[in-house]
């Protein structure tokens, strides 16, 4: 006789010391989230203590024992009056004499048993069985290779065995679900009952329903007890989860509303909630963390989760890859409450009909739409997609997710939470430096991971020190900078006072942006460069750059310009993108005359120029509209050639003027710095700086002169004999008319 509470498979040992998990709370709850963490505790520990007084219920079992084995003959009866009503039948379907058919009946008789299958589970599809012969019940496991919604839990069922083969099973409704037949050989030949069988014993089975209800009536107590017992085990588990679950979306950082938007709509979700979404779009720049939040989902969620790619859905063929989508949805229907989660979802559900959607990409969408669809029919099953680039998203399937949450780079507190983190994860237990975290302003949850790795590195095998996070963080941003000249510094540019001050200011506001918006502070958001000096302005612009530590961007017109119309305006979409997802950063336009020519202007541009201008000034009026800190930044020798609505975009102009005396000399002071020369520098660009008085000489003049002088004392050295002969002087620095010193002239 078998112990339901020790051999039920819904008794996974149940552990009384629950409240052990309890925390010890503060009085006061600090955020909203720690409150909803708090209130599902609560929720839970309250639905365990009311599941262990029900499931305390002494008098379910000894009720259906005593059914089992004093009242549970009626199925030997039921055997009988089968058998014997089968001979008509059998001896119709043969078509032979009666002794033949009383053969089979004998045999029949002694080999054939019916036992009362009640349905207790559904997924997996379990039985209580009970019979005469056993004087107990027993347990089994479905045998039925599908159909499980056809048997109704807590009903009785008659099923027939010959031997340890299972006949068939009569359902309720006096139908009857048939596996295997009846064979009786007779002088080496074999004749099959068909269906004979179970439909005499289902119209026989008629007689017997008091019985069956009686059955039914006594195992519900011990049903109830069992369902009890299995959800305070799930509820005991879910105590553990809770905790489980809260500690890692502790490491998911976004701002808490979007949290308990996610945690409160799962939770509908797995409870079939008819409220619960059908989709999730979570889109956002690379990096913020749209992949963990899934794989958190994964974790926390009580539910089957199947992680996609591109690499997982797109088949060769045409066709196949529409047959994969329905395996994944046939998986998830077979797996309710389910979860598909398509990472980098663009390159699956490109839209169709777009230059970058091929045929089977369009397959994919096709194959995907009507299964998704069909959810309305098939609850329990959610799409979680993560993007970049939802501009390239198919409609209709953007139109099917009905939730979508923008994940955006981290803030500040975020970005010292997440170097913090990742820091500890490296087994490193100091603290991370108050000043390094203006330092990662516009940085992803993947670049200070980066930063945590690389300070590690150069630290090892000491403990990182502020400096090692100063250099890992220049590293960092060095990557995005690949288009800076590096040599560009505050020192190097032959700026009149007034004007480097104004590019010092805008450079200090932009790189603690943050901070000094929450000041109420105005942080600039363009600036025009004008003025003859090209290289001036260029230098400018790399300079403020490499001082700000922010991402920059420096697109050119091959870098904008298309062969076809309609990818022109995309490259330009695309530019700006890239900035506002590396916000905040730095947008340099250089020559936009020649970028943006004034479209008024007769024969001023091409079509596809056009097409470079409007773009250019849609993307500029939507950046003055977003939160993200992009700043733009123009640069033009003409500003009178550029078009209009472009250059209303622009805030502010400054004037960088070609350079005077002072400047002059600032700047070959810069560039002959580190160099050999034999004459005194001071000295030396002074006199060089008078000399070029009035010649109308720009930054990039300048930087030639320099550059000449050097070939000329190469050359030199070559001839006397090598480079310990090398070493630039006065005399080879010549004018357009012919040498500035006179010959010998040192001072």
Not at 101 to 126: C, F, G, H, M
Not at 310 to 332: F, M, P, T, Y
Not at 382 to 396: F, G, Q
Not at 621 to 650: K, M, N, W, Y
Request: net charge negative; aromatic share 6%.
């Amino acid at each position: 006789m078998n112990n339901p509470l020790m051999t039920s498979p819904f008794n996974s040992e149940i552990d009384p010391s629950y409240n052990d998990l309890t925390v010890v709370e503060s009085g006061e709850l600090a955020t909203a989230l720690d409150q909803y963490w708090q209130t599902r505790k609560a929720a839970c520990r309250e639905r365990v203590e009311r599941l262990k007084l029900l499931a305390a219920n002494s008098e379910a079992e000894p009720k259906w024992l005593t059914f089992c084995s004093h009242r549970t003959g009626f199925l030997q009866r039921l055997q009988k009056a089968g058998v014997k009503a089968s001979g008509g039948p059998l001896q119709e379907l043969w078509n032979r004499d009666a002794g033949l058919v009383r053969d089979a009946r004998r045999a029949l008789q002694n080999e054939i048993t019916a036992e009362l299958w009640i349905p207790y589970q559904r997924s997996p599809l379990k039985f209580v069985c009970a019979s005469p012969w056993a004087g107990g019940y027993k347990v089994r496991a479905s045998t039925f290779p599908a159909g499980h919604e056809r048997f109704e839990l807590g009903k009785a069922y008659v099923t027939a065995f010959l031997g340890e083969t299972c006949l068939f099973t009569i359902v309720p409704s006096g139908n009857y679900v048939t596996l295997n037949t009846f064979e009786f050989v007779k002088d080496g030949v074999a004749w099959s009952s068909g269906e004979v069988l179970p439909k005499v014993f289902a119209q026989t089975l008629v007689e017997f329903q008091v019985d069956l209800r009686d059955a039914e009536r006594s195992f519900a107590p011990l049903c109830a007890l069992w369902n009890e017992i299995a959800q305070l085990a799930r509820e005991t588990a879910n105590l553990d989860r809770v905790d489980r679950s809260a500690r890692e979306w502790r490491k998911v950082h976004i701002p808490d509303e979007q949290k308990l938007d996610i945690l409160r709509r799962m939770e509908l979700f797995e409870a079939g909630d008819p409220a619960a979404p059908r989709g999730l779009l979570l889109q956002g720049p690379s990096g913020t963390g749209k992949t963990l939040i899934a794989r958190t989902l994964a974790n926390t969620a009580s539910c089957d989760f199947q992680k996609l790619s591109l690499a997982d859905i797109k088949e060769r063929d045409l066709g196949a890859s529409g047959q994969r989508v329905r395996e994944i949805w046939n998986h998830a229907r077979s797996h309710r409450p389910a979860i598909i989660f398509i990472d980098e979802c663009d390159g699956v559900f490109g839209r169709r009909g777009a230059a970058e959607t091929d045929v089977i990409a369009s397959d994919i969408v096709q194959a995907f739409l009507p299964e998704w669809d069909g959810i309305e029919q098939t609850p329990g099953i959610m799409v979680i997609c993560a993007t970049n680039r939802r501009d390239m998203l198919d409609d209709a399937i953007l139109s099917r997710f009905g939730w979508e949450i923008e994940i955006s780079l981290p803030g500040a507190s975020d970005r010292r939470d997440i170097l913090q983190q990742e820091i500890q994860m490296l087994g490193i237990t100091s603290e991370v430096p108050e000043d390094i975290v203006p330092l990662t302003q516009g940085m992803s949850g993947r670049d200070l991971r980066s930063i945590a790795s690389t300070a590690r590195s150069l630290a090892h095998p000491g403990t990182p020190e502020r400096e090692h996070f100063l250099a890992a963080t220049s590293t960092a941003r060095k990557r995005t900078n690949v288009q800076v000249d590096q040599t560009a510094k505050w020192e190097t540019l032959a700026l009149e006072t007034a004007y480097l001050d104004r590019l010092k200011l805008i450079c200090m506001l932009l790189r603690d942006a943050e901070k000094w918006e929450m000041q109420g502070i105005a942080v600039p958001k363009s600036l025009l460069l004008i003025g003859p000096d090209a290289g001036g302005k260029r230098r400018a612009a790399h300079a403020l750059g490499n001082e700000s530590g922010l991402a920059f961007f420096s697109p050119t017109m091959a870098d904008l310009k298309a062969n076809f119309s309609g990818q022109s305006g995309n490259r330009v979409k695309m530019i700006f993108e890239r900035a506002c997802s590396s916000s905040p950063s730095i947008l340099f336009l250089d020559r936009l005359d020649l970028i943006a020519p004034n479209r008024n202007l007769v024969n001023a541009s091409d079509p596809l120029t056009n097409e470079i201008v409007g773009q250019l000034a849609q993307e500029c009026e939507r950046l003055r509209g977003t939160a993200c800190h992009v700043f733009l930044l123009g640069a033009s020798s003409s500003p009178d050639q550029i078009d209009a609505e472009v250059l209303s975009c622009f805030d502010e102009r400054m004037l960088i003027p070609l350079p005077n005396l002072d400047a002059r000399m600032k700047l070959l002071t810069g560039l002959l710095t580190g160099k050999r020369v034999n004459f005194p520098l001071d000295d030396g660009t002074l006199l060089l700086a008078q000399l070029t008085e009035h010649k109308g000489l720009a930054t990039n003049d300048l930087e030639t002169w320099v550059q000449s002088a050097e070939q000329k004392a190469l050359l030199r050295a070559l001839q006397n004999g090598g480079p310990e002969h090398y070493s630039i002087s006065l005399d080879d620095f010549d004018a357009p008319g012919g040498a500035i010193m006179g010959r010998g002239g040192v001072l």
